[in-house]
């Protein structure tokens, strides 16, 4: 890698599986060795004049995936699953753009919101009061309704059952402190390990 700007070179932090820039950092060779190491992205700060890993206060790190460099050799294209936010202010990006979301996720939020403030009225929130075996159980029967349906040959039957199928599993993915960006990581990496 050639060196340049006082031997920092320009990382572009994307995300591994959207391809969103998240941010732009600088390296050095130590933060660059730190970072494959650790596989966790560190920096060197300008600001701070040391090594600086992010997420390392915040608890918002960047897991690598893979790292890359630009045909001039003076710019490093790093890719990662990141945990929460990745810039300082909140946002998603350093660059204001939103968190990438379709109904699962939302879905997801409105799971997590029954979790977190029950109502009577809610069959979410009653699932979660009946805790991990039941939910658990719910999840099998619904599994195992799909795979009928699916044997029936019945389309419409089938996206039925598909989707109480992950309606349940998102509430067992929460009721055990998880999310669906754990199991989309998961298979980002397995993804990975066989291309």
């Known amino acids: 890698m050639n060196q340049k700007s006082n031997n920092l070179i320009p990382a572009i932090i994307q ?3 959207t391809n969103q820039v998240l941010m732009l950092g600088y390296m ?4 660059l060795a730190k970072t494959k190491k650790e596989g966790k992205v560190t920096f060197y700060s300008r600001s701070k004049q040391r090594l600086w890993t992010k997420g390392e206060t915040s608890g918002n790190f960047l897991n690598v995936v893979s790292i890359s460099e630009d045909c001039d050799n003076d710019t490093y294209l790093i890719k990662v699953m990141p945990e929460g936010k990745t810039c300082h202010t909140g946002s998603y990006t350093c660059f204001g753009e939103k968190e990438p979301s379709g109904f699962l996720h939302e879905l997801q939020g409105v799971i997590q919101s029954r979790k977190d403030n029950p109502s009577e009225k809610s069959y979410t929130t009653e699932l979660f009061s009946k805790g991990t ?4 159980q719910k ?3 619904e599994a ?3 795979i009928l349906e699916a044997m029936d040959g019945k389309k419409d039957l089938l996206i039925e059952e598909s989707s109480d199928l992950l309606y349940h599993f998102l509430v067992l ?5 998880l999310k669906l960006e754990d199991v989309e990581a998961k298979l980002m990496e397995r993804h990975l390990k066989k291309s």
């Open 133 to 136: 075996k039941k939910i658990a």
């Open 144 to 146: 195992t309704e799909v």
């Open 15 to 17: 995300h591994a599986e």
């Open 173 to 177: 993915l929460t009721d055990r402190g």
């Open 139 to 141: 999840v099998g029967e």
């Open 28 to 31: 050095n060779d130590e933060s």
